[in-house]
């Protein structure tokens, strides 16, 4: 198939890219071509890349037919966050291709009920990113089922792999977490450290993807949630990174105000935003329908990211190395 990929050298599509090409397809590479590809690849040298700016593409009302005009068989839409883009992009490929696969999150449940979460459970999203999400959703899943443009949705957790920074024990992305558990300091969690968190390697992000794509049998009308098999909470994740390095995690739990007290803004603000939403997603519906079987646990994912900062420079881990 000729497949175009909108956001194609970020997280996900570092890893979706060289799949699509191993597997034969012709791939068209969307990106603002501001920085190379998270993940380096031969891959990319058998890729066409395409130049363009989605915010101001859209704002001009020109994005959703210049992708139209690639004449892809299959579009796979990673970067999408607005209804309002959705539904460009929708009307200009409305009977062009034979599916569109969109990148949603698992933060459309906003606080469950019962965990593991399903797909089909009540939705109660709130926050600009989680609530723009589930609309989008709702946007695709409305078109498919009145017989317009074929779609399918991938919902990822905390998306997690070597090249960036990703979520810690304490629910943010502070650096000084990691260093403070590697050489034995107390670590600070909010409440009793209860909350979850469901990290998700990038690659199996991109398994998702390749899966929906093939079997859209099984995928077209659907969504999925995309996550490692089981979520952690803070306590547990921090307790198992101090083991990495040979130490017993010295915790100290506090209520979340006097938590917020003690951080940084915008490490409170993004302890809060995982928290509040504590999410633990099931994967039995992709498992079932689409053969999905991610290759990382939540501790797997993070431990290569941590691995991957540390030798490039990235975490002081107070001279100890991890060793996966």
């Not at 709130?126 to 609309?135: C, D, E």
């Not at 991957?308 to 107070?318: F, I, P, R, V």
């Amino acid at each position: 198939m000729r497949v175009a990929v909108i956001g194609a050298t970020g997280h996900i599509g570092g890893y979706l890219v060289p799949r699509l090409v191993a597997a034969g397809h012709e791939v068209i590479a969307i990106s603002r071509g501001q920085h190379a590809p998270y993940r380096e690849h031969p891959a990319w040298d058998h890729v066409s890349r395409v130049t363009a700016d989605r915010d101001s593409e859209d704002e001009a009302g020109t994005f959703g037919d210049r992708i139209a005009d690639l004449a892809a068989d299959a579009v796979i839409d990673l970067i999408c966050f607005t209804p309002e883009s959705a539904e460009q992009l929708v009307d200009a490929l409305r009977g062009k291709v034979q599916i569109l696969l969109h990148c949603g999150t698992i933060w459309v449940h906003g606080p469950a009920v019962e965990v593991p979460v399903t797909e089909d459970a009540v939705r109660r999203p709130f926050g600009h990113y989680g609530v723009g999400k589930a609309a989008i959703e709702q946007l695709l899943l409305q078109e498919t089922r009145s017989g317009g443009l074929r779609t399918s949705i991938l919902h990822p957790g905390h998306i997690s792999g070597p090249g960036w920074a990703i979520i810690n024990p304490a629910g943010n992305l502070n650096p000084d977490v990691w260093t403070r558990l590697a050489t034995g300091q107390q670590v600070t969690l909010p409440n009793f450290g209860l909350e979850t968190v469901h990290h998700v390697h990038a690659d199996d992000v991109a398994q998702s993807f390749e899966l929906a794509l093939h079997r859209q049998g099984a995928s077209v009308g659907e969504s999925f949630h995309v996550v490692s098999e089981r979520a952690l909470t803070l306590r547990g994740f921090a307790e198992a990174v101090a083991g990495w390095f040979g130490q017993q995690a010295d915790l100290r739990f506090v209520p979340f105000e006097a938590f917020r007290q003690e951080s940084k803004p915008e490490d409170a603000d993004a302890t809060l935003d995982h928290i509040s939403r504590s999410p633990s997603a099931s994967i039995d519906k992709a498992r079932r329908l689409l053969g999905y079987q991610p290759r990382y646990t939540s501790l797997q994912a993070a431990a290569e990211a941590v691995q991957w900062l540390q030798s490039h420079g990235g975490l002081d881990l107070g001279g100890r190395t991890l060793t996966l």
